[in-house]
Nanobody
Framework: QVQLVESGGGLVQAGGSLRLSCTAS????????MGWFRQAPGKEREYVASISWSGGSTYYIDSVKGRFTISRDNVKNTVSLQMNSLKPEDTGVYYC????????????WGQGTQVTISS
């Protein structure tokens, strides 16, 4: 069973920054496209960003383009999300997972990391 461990969340003011990290136990990690998802209170989980196995291709939803940057380290089996210019609407629990063709998570979800942005 794949284990996903997210960290780095917290409470920051609007305009601030956070860097999320995720470690995945899957081997080989470099085989998979990895992504970040988030779930806001009372809403369904949404796909936020992803990165190809090599790191050469990235995808972002429109609302985070220019503010978030996804990266990965295939030696350390980690994927990160640098979040700048944070907005209250970025509040939610953030999860990482492998990304399938339908932009859904490939494996069981981890516990996620809480991100709260105050206005």
């Amino acid at each position: 069973q794949v284990q996903l461990v997210e960290s780095g969340g917290g409470l920051v003011q609007a305009g601030g920054s956070l860097r999320l990290s995720c470690t995945a136990s899957i081997r080989p990690f470099s085989r998979y496209r990895m992504g970040w998802f988030r779930q806001a209170p009372g809403k369904e989980r949404e796909y936020v960003a992803s990165i190809s196995w090599s790191g050469g291709s990235t995808y972002y939803i429109d609302s985070v383009k220019g503010r978030f940057t996804i990266s990965r380290d295939n030696v350390k089996n980690t994927v990160s999300l640098q979040m700048n210019s944070l907005k209250p609407e970025d509040t939610g629990v953030y999860y990482c997972n492998g990304v399938g063709e339908s932009k859904i998570g490939l494996w069981n979800w981890g516990q996620g990391t809480q991100v709260t942005i105050s206005s």
